[in-house]
């Protein structure tokens, strides 16, 4: 037993047939008292290491299943962010139809005439419309419309177009 190790007061009591004291058996008592202890706490742990990761995994799949609607939503929004600017852009070319067909008309008539329509509309409108008649004729009738809102009409003329 020497050479082994285990050479202790126990294991020599038992060589000599004596039996062991009592003081032994209470420490053995006391470190299986200790060892259920630790064994508990490593339950415990186990068990709360277990649901913090059944709460990461739930969460994971939480935050998986969100993102694909994030994706899925900006789909959508891209859907219609093209659609948006595909109806302004067709918006802005009848716009710019339109406002060539009034401004070819203006070119026709009578000067005096054109300055009577032009004063009905709004003067943003009007110097869109003027930038589109040839610069001879815009001047002729520019020079029919009221002193006033021809001013309005020239300082917007000045600006660069939208």
């Known amino acids: 037993m020497a050479?082994?190790?285990l050479l202790t007061a126990e294991n020599l009591g038992r060589v000599i047939g004596r039996a062991p004291?009592?003081?032994p058996a209470q420490a053995s008592g006391t470190q299986?008292?200790?060892l259920s202890g630790l064994a508990r706490m490593l339950n415990e742990r186990e068990s709360a290491l277990a649901q913090r990761e059944a709460d990461l995994k739930r969460r994971e799949t939480e935050f998986e299943r969100r993102n694909a609607e994030l994706l899925q939503l900006q789909g959508v929004i891209e859907d219609r962010l093209k659609e948006i600017k595909g109806a302004?852009?067709?918006s802005d070319a009848e716009?710019?139809?339109r406002r060539q067909t009034a401004a070819t008309t203006l070119e026709l008539m009578d000067p005096k005439k054109a300055a009577e329509r032009l004063q009905g509309l709004p003067?943003?409108?009007?110097a869109a419309i003027l930038r589109l008649v040839k610069d001879k004729q815009r001047a002729k009738i520019v020079e029919q419309v009221a002193p006033d809102e021809a001013v309005r009409?020239?300082?917007l003329l000045q600006e660069p177009p939208l």
């Open 3 to 5: 050479a082994t190790g």
């Open 21 to 23: 004291e009592s003081a």
């Open 32 to 34: 299986r008292d200790d």
């Open 88 to 90: 302004l852009e067709q």
């Open 95 to 97: 716009e710019q139809v």
């Open 123 to 126: 003067a943003e409108e009007a």
């Open 153 to 155: 009409i020239l300082r």
